[in-house]
């Protein structure tokens, strides 16, 4: 009889022969042993089927499954279906991870509330690595708890994909599911929108590796546009969820994406809160446009702020903290 191991990863590969052999290695590294990597090959043809079954012959704790080309999201749904752990770590065929991940995060899920574990990354090569990225990766490491990750979850995806690990049965009851959208950050908000709680080991426990062939740079279901969409369809059923009207902080482009998108959801902008002068004292869709200031003359609905940059988001925070609202009850952050 087989002895159920502590931890299966879950480890989708399509041509990845360049960077598997480290990824594998740094699983091998790892200082908790008990573990299964099921290596779900997606029809690959660059030779990363080899490596894999190589890998399987000399450590039985690697098992490969074949299958022709399908795309990411029926690749990881059939890879769960072989995940046998009662957890399941999440991996890419490009990064590597910390000695201590799996170990840190299966103490992290020792706690029964706790349905989700990400961790903090290091995003590489550094050479070539933009602004945007910089504060992408600034703003994931500055997420600490549970109460972190709900706060900020309607601004980005809060745990980087492939740093998290959650229960199996969790995989096995929710799936991943095509939407149009990134399948990562629609898992994670419907977990947080039926009471999920997650929360992150705060230590750089995944090397995140950004090259131009990465999915998420060139699949349409990772646009900017996409990201509002599935922002406003949670917004519409999580934070607007009892109110038909909504006031919006910030109409510059991303602002004005955001009311679009709730428009289509059915939800309806009662006010406007810009600092822009030419804008303030006007009216936009209808809804009277007022300085921070001038808050308390509009309608007592639920707040969005949608103002890109942890700096500006700060600010903003601390002027609504002075005016009496609270986030979460009274307000959300979308970027």
Known sequence: MSVIPSVSILLPVFNAAQTLTLCLKSIRRQTLTDWECILVDDGSTDGSIEIARAASASDSRFNVVQRDHSGLIETLNAGIDHCSAPLVARMDADDWMHRER?????????ADSI?????????????GLGKGAREYEAWLNSIRSPDDVYRERFIECALAHPSWMLRRTTLENKRYRNRGWPEDYDLLLRLLENGSRATVVPRRLLSWRQHPERLSRHDERYSLERFTACRAAFLATDFLKNDERFLLWGYGQTGRALCRALTAQGKNLSGLIE???????????????????????????PLIVSVSGAGP?????????????????DYVCAA
């Open 115 to 127: 349905e989700i574990v990400g961790a903090h990354v290091r995003t590489f090569p550094r050479s």
């Open 275 to 301: 600092v822009h002068p030419r804008r303030l004292g006007q009216m936009i869709q209808g809804a009277p446009v007022v300085g921070p200031d001038d808050i308390d003359r509009l309608p007592d609905d």
């Open 102 to 110: 799996l170990a840190l995060q299966t103490r992290a899920l020792a």
């Open 313 to 329: 988001r700060t600010e903003i925070r601390l002027k609504l903290a002075s005016l009496g609202r609270v986030e979460v009850r």
